[in-house]
């Protein structure tokens, strides 16, 4: 087991994912991650977007969709404390449409009271779950 990382992803509402990885990428606050075992112990904030985990003794990786939250590695540990988290076979991608039209819609529409910047994390949350989307089918 040298060569594997313990691998947990969680959110506010569960355990979404607990084991050992070959290899974990996901969307960093500067850019796409990549984490092997023995990885220099880091702490950041994440965007949202696909956590693709390679576990051990599967061929096909295990995709998480996070809503943003906060990475902490060590070199034999990875935890992702995600605002919110899917698994990749839950997302619905008509939801994500939807939540996508509304966003755009919201930014559009200048007598609306809303944030401008919540609707725009709104829109890029719902992109980055679209991709994720995107992704997962062609893996399969």
């Given amino acids: 087991m040298a060569n594997t990382i313990h691998v947990d992803v969680v959110s506010a509402e569960s355990l979404i994912f607990s084991g050992e990885a070959e290899f974990v990428s996901l969307p960093g ?3 796409e991650l990549g984490i092997y075992p023995r990885h220099t112990p880091l702490i950041t904030r994440i965007r949202p977007g696909a956590v693709r985990i390679k576990v051990v003794g599967r061929d096909e990786e295990e995709l998480v969709f996070v809503a943003g939250g906060i990475l902490e590695v060590q070199p034999h540990a990875v935890t992702v404390l995600a605002d ?14 939807q939540a996508k039209k509304m966003a755009e819609e919201l930014m559009v529409n200048k007598d609306s009271k809303i ?3 919540k609707a725009q994390s709104e829109l890029a949350t ?12 062609k893996v399969r």
């Fill in 29 to 31: 606050e500067a850019g």
């Fill in 84 to 97: 919110t988290a899917i698994r990749g076979h839950d997302l619905d991608e008509a939801k994500a449409l």
């Fill in 115 to 117: 944030d401008y910047a």
């Fill in 126 to 137: 719902a992109i980055a779950q679209l991709a994720a989307i995107a992704r997962l089918r």
